[in-house]
């Protein structure tokens, strides 16, 4: 392939951006990524505060060797930017009762844990690990790299969605194999990690669980925002042009071709070819707003439905707390009644489930010597579901999560406080300006999988492309970079000459 007088674009540096301008640059196709803020990573952005290193978005690296690739298809070796670093247990579930569940690839472990906990599901649990090796040949490796065209290449993947029982829930499916209640939130609960309901994402989310059974769970010295650091020195390693702190502010069209990018600085350039890794709302909506195009999706794309907020909860502490795993779930005493009252009726509930991220357990370095770095993470309803004065909100909530954390986990935590800050719908909506302040997205209901998701390329505009947690396969950091491959792959073949 040659791509000589061709340039192309990429808007936004989150994972997908990244991974998608690395392999446009790796090519030979000349790409300037562009983005809005002062640091690469998208939501995967970063805060130092006091002395402590705080993660904003993911908080683990479950496929690794897709990311390698991305340095492979040059002759680099990730390894020489990044050091991965293995985390044990992957995670730990804990109920109000007291009893506790660590997921981590160590077969036997894991197999006295089920025994323990509910001795007559150990069949049916090793029936779910083979349904979810087979979900992740068929819809991680085979489905999660197909273009989507016409509907007639999601016909093809009919036979394996009916095969897998797509339309059950990821809560129904693990019901289907195991009885024991907190069994079953344990095989449905990483449906959440990527913004779906476990009561209504389809059943093929059951092959989340089989990465971490079989590729472990790694985290990356100094915080996953030094993989998206690392991803944007391997761009630049590669020749590409990066203007951070530049914010789109249009894509220009004439007929039905992207022709310039336009940012808030002035600066403009035409291109042979423009990729969003930006919110989809805000792409068709915002940076489209000039063509009939962008005016037509943005009134679709407010019909969909958009998976919740979150609201987080960082703070630094004096001490180091070795009992407590780098993942914690602190189950509250419902399950299914909490994700009723954030997807469907949207009210924050009395009761709270918190998502407890504790990294200097693993890598001291981001915080002070003695003491420990955490965040805690609650899924909220969006926006458009609730609307509140998160301004006011804000600090109450903040004391409700330290405080149940204070009264399972840390029982002076309160006086151990060193620094503490929250971050709530209203940042995604400003900072990554996300519709609805949506944490990921459409949410991930079979009607709007696969073909029903936003395509790669444009219907209409043929030389405007999209990547990220809105495209096929859907969010997640394995996602979105097995999204950029199949993008890229689209785009390097329509401008080939």
């Not at 344990?186 to 092959?207: D, E, K, M």
């Not at 969909?304 to 779930?329: D, Y």
């Not at 620094?419 to 995604?428: I, K």
């Amino acid at each position: 392939m040659t791509f000589e007088g061709k340039h192309a674009c990429v808007i936004g540096a989150g994972f997908g951006g990244l991974a998608l301008a690395i392999r446009l640059q790796a090519a030979g196709l000349a790409t300037t990524l562009v983005e809005a803020r002062d640091k690469p990573g998208g939501c995967a952005y970063f805060w130092q505060k006091d002395g402590f290193t705080f993660d904003a978005g993911p908080t683990a690296i479950v496929d690794p060797g897709c990311l390698r690739e991305l340095w492979e298809i040059t002759g680099h070796s990730m390894a020489g930017d990044v050091e991965l670093m293995p985390v044990t247990p992957h995670y730990r579930l804990s109920w109000p009762d007291g009893t506790s569940f660590d997921q981590s690839d160590d077969a036997p472990a894991l197999r006295r844990q089920i025994v323990r906990l509910a001795p007559g599901d150990l069949g049916g649990y090793e029936a779910f690990l083979a349904h979810s090796a087979e979900c992740a040949r068929e819809h991680g490796e085979r489905l999660g790299a197909q273009r989507f065209f016409d509907f007639t290449a999601m016909a093809r993947a009919v036979p394996a969605l009916v095969k897998q029982r797509a339309w059950r829930s990821a809560y129904d499916t693990a019901a289907r194999f195991v009885e024991n209640e907190k069994l079953r939130q344990a095989l449905s609960i990483h449906t959440l990690l990527v913004g779906g309901n476990p009561l209504a994402a389809g059943s093929v989310f059951a092959l989340m669980h089989r990465p971490e059974t079989s590729g472990g769970v790694w985290w990356v010295r100094g915080g996953i925002n030094r993989l998206a650091a690392a991803m944007l020195r391997h761009f630049e390693r590669l020749g590409g042009t990066v203007r951070l702190g530049e914010a789109a502010v249009a894509i220009e069209t004439s007929g039905t071709r992207v022709t310039e990018v336009e940012t808030a600085s002035g600066w403009r350039e035409r291109f042979q070819a423009v990729a969003s890794n930006g919110d989809l709302m805000r792409t068709y909506r915002d940076l489209l707003a000039g063509s009939t195009r962008g005016q037509q999706m943005a009134r679709r794309l407010a019909r969909k439905r958009f998976s919740p907020s979150l609201f987080v909860v960082h703070f630094g502490i004096e001490g180091n707390w070795p009992g407590i795993p780098h993942h914690t779930v602190l189950f509250g005493p419902r399950y299914q009644g909490l994700l009723e009252d954030i997807f469907d009726h949207g009210v924050l509930p009395a009761d709270l489930s918190i998502y407890l991220h504790h990294p200097t357990v693993t890598d001291p370095s981001l915080a002070p010597e003695g003491m420990s770095t955490f965040y805690a993470l609650i899924p909220v309803p969006h926006l458009g579901k609730l609307t509140v004065d998160w301004a006011q909100i804000g600090p109450v909530l903040e004391a409700r999560v330290l405080a149940e954390i204070e009264r399972r986990l840390i029982p002076d935590l309160s006086d151990r406080i060193v620094t503490r800050f929250h971050y709530t719908p209203r940042d995604f909506a400003g900072d990554v300006c996300a519709h609805l302040g949506s944490a990921f997205g459409p949410e991930p209901v079979l009607t709007q999988s696969a073909w029903f998701r936003c395509p790669r390329r444009d219907d209409v505009i043929s030389n405007l492309y999209l990547v990220g947690a809105g495209t096929h396969p859907g969010a997640g950091i394995p996602g979105v970079i097995a999204g950029a491959k199949a993008t890229a792959a689209i785009m390097l073949e329509d401008l080939a000459s």
